[in-house]
């Protein structure tokens, strides 16, 4: 499929996705946040795509935001649906895939960026990375999911003092507050995600999949986490990864996951 403004790639198990306006420091316009659902959709359907890797292009950016341009002059009613929509489509939609998730950020993640950062699975950056939720500074507040997830991520304290200050945080202190796992070098950024995706890739996605709908229930209201993890447990016990993994553990040999 092509997009207008972003690309995609898949290669050895895994797609990469990269938000394509360099000249809007990759800002989430409605049409890319379109093309991002059918990206991410698509891949997650893809048998070939073990891992989904979503990544900034050029050197500035991850993403720096919403579009400002396409909702300066919103009312109420658009607002609400602006960020509903988005919420549905993107960023509680990468949240929920089945197939692992992570964010290389390489450049400002800031507001929606940031907010997609924290939608995936895990984080990577680069250290010129900065991040931050800047909305109050232009009189909104997050509206894809970041009020809920950065405390997740950082503690209450610390996001209510990002969101408040509408400051940046550099990746070293993005680090230090365990928003992302690891720091390297631009140039190192995309090699680390695919060593990791790599790692990913030797278990079994179905297990793997059953995971994320059990660590994502500890932050779903009203949802038993505990019991999700029961019922994906149990299901494990009915998957060929299961049969396959347990047997190959008692031959002492590699296991060769058929992902079913
Ligand atoms: N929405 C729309 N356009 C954006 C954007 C956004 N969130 N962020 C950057 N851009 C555009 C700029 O308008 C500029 O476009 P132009 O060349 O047509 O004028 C281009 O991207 C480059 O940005 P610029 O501001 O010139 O780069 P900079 O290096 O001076 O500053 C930032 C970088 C990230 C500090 C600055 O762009 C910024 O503050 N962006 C907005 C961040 C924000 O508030 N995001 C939350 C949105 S809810």
Redesign the pocket.
């Known amino acids: 499929m092509n997009y207008e403004n972003i690309l995609t790639a898949t290669q050895n198990g895994i797609t990469t996705i990269t938000i394509n306006r360099p ?3 990759n ?1 989430l316009n409605k049409a890319t946040i379109e093309e991002l659902h059918e990206a991410f959709d698509t891949a997650n359907k893809d048998e070939n795509t073990k891992v989904i890797i979503v990544t900034g292009s050029g050197e ?2 991850f993403v ?6 396409e909702f300066a002059n919103f009312s109420v009613e658009n607002g609400g649906k602006l960020a509903a929509k988005g919420q549905e489509l993107l960023f509680d939609f990468v949240e929920n895939l089945s197939t692992p998730v992570i964010a290389a950020v390489n450049g ?1 993640a ?3 960026g940031l907010e997609l950062a924290m939608a995936c699975h895990f984080r990577v950056a680069s250290d010129n990375a900065k991040m931050g939720l ?2 109050v ?2 009189g ?1 507040i997050p509206g894809y999911g970041g009020t809920q997830r950065l405390p997740q991520l950082v503690g209450k304290g610390r996001a209510m003092e990002l969101v408040m200050t509408a400051g940046m945080i550099d990746a070293q202190t993005a680090l230090n507050y365990g928003l992302v796992n690891h720091v390297v070098s631009q140039e190192e950024l995309l090699p680390l995600a695919e060593k990791i995706a790599g790692k990913i890739m030797r278990n079994s996605s179905v297990a793997i999949s059953k995971a994320i709908k059990a660590v994502n229930a500890n932050y779903k209201d009203g949802i038993d986490g505990f019991k999700v993890e029961i019922e994906q447990f149990g299901a494990c016990f009915g998957t060929e990864d299961f049969k396959e993994g347990t047997t190959a553990f008692l031959e002492k040999r590699k296991a060769d996951f058929p992902g079913k």
Do not use: H, M, N
């Open positions: 000249s809007k420091l800002a500035k950016a720096a935001g919403a579009d400002i341009s400002f800031l507001g929606g800047p909305e500074s232009l909104v």
